[in-house]
């Protein structure tokens, strides 16, 4: 099945500063990359997702970049606030044998972000 | 409109016991799944469905069984309940088709945290 790697397992970062994950993967056949935060004890959120139509997306502070070529992608979060400290999940749909995912997806093993006032 | 709800919120199941898992959606989803947490790690998919009568395995079914015989409605069982399945388990719903910018738009229950003695 597919394969995602998910670096780093920890990130520690002063308020203010950017913070970056990157993930990658194996399969060049997916083509949808939501990326989910989880507070502790609550469910995971999306809270910014690319198709590989595009290269990059942005959302106020929040952006992801794709690079199809290197098959990985990579969330930026920037001007980082304690609010943000949480599990960072990046994921990836993997299509069945014929192409269709159904909208299964493959998630990273997660990245805990914390962020210092 | 409740989103995704799932029941119960924790459950401590003793080996070789058996226990259904409840998650019930009101946002006329298609494709619904189920997925499991270990601690410290990314969502494993263990079920998933594309509508009502149709299931198919994910990444990790052994142990599990479900059904659905409804839009609304897909139950996790499982049979005779192993320490391996103590796990926090998240079910989902996404849409199926609409604007692809929308990407799937997972929303997840609140989860339902296992515990097997």
């Known amino acids: 099945g597919e394969n995602v790697e998910q670096h780093p397992s920890t990130l520690s970062v002063q308020e203010g500063d950017s913070a970056v994950i990157k993930c990658t993967y194996s399969?060049?056949?997916?083509?949808?990359f939501p990326w989910y935060k989880q507070e502790l004890g609550k469910r995971p959120q999306l809270i910014i997702d690319i198709r590989s139509n595009v290269g990059e997306k942005k959302d106020q502070r929040i952006a992801v970049t794709l690079n199809k070529t290197a098959k990985h992608f990579s969330l930026h979060i920037t001007e980082t606030q304690p609010e943000d400290s949480a599990v960072y999940f990046c994921?990836?749909?993997?299509?069945?044998?014929?192409?269709?995912?159904?909208?299964?997806?493959?998630f990273g093993q997660g990245t805990i972000l914390t962020v210092h006032p | 409109n409740a989103g995704v709800t799932q029941t119960p919120k924790f459950r401590i199941l003793k080996i070789g016991q058996s226990m259904t898992l409840q998650c019930a959606q009101d946002?006329?989803?298609?494709?619904m799944y189920w997925y499991r947490q270990d601690p410290g790690m990314g969502l494993k998919l263990i079920y998933y469905?594309?509508?009502?009568?149709?299931?198919d395995k994910g990444e990790v079914p052994n142990g599990y069984n479900v059904s659905r015989s409804t839009t609304e409605d897909f139950p996790l069982r499982l049979e005779l309940a192993a320490p391996s399945q103590t796990s926090v388990y998240f079910c989902a719903s996404s849409y199926s088709s609409g604007p692809r910018d929308r990407g799937y738009g997972y929303t997840f229950g609140s989860g339902t945290r296992l515990t097997v003695v």
């Open positions: 469905s594309v509508g009502a009568g149709i299931t």
């Open positions: 399969d060049s056949a997916s083509n949808y």
């Open positions: 946002m006329n989803h298609n494709y």
């Open positions: 994921a990836l749909e993997s299509p069945n044998a014929g192409g269709t995912s159904y909208g299964k997806l493959t």
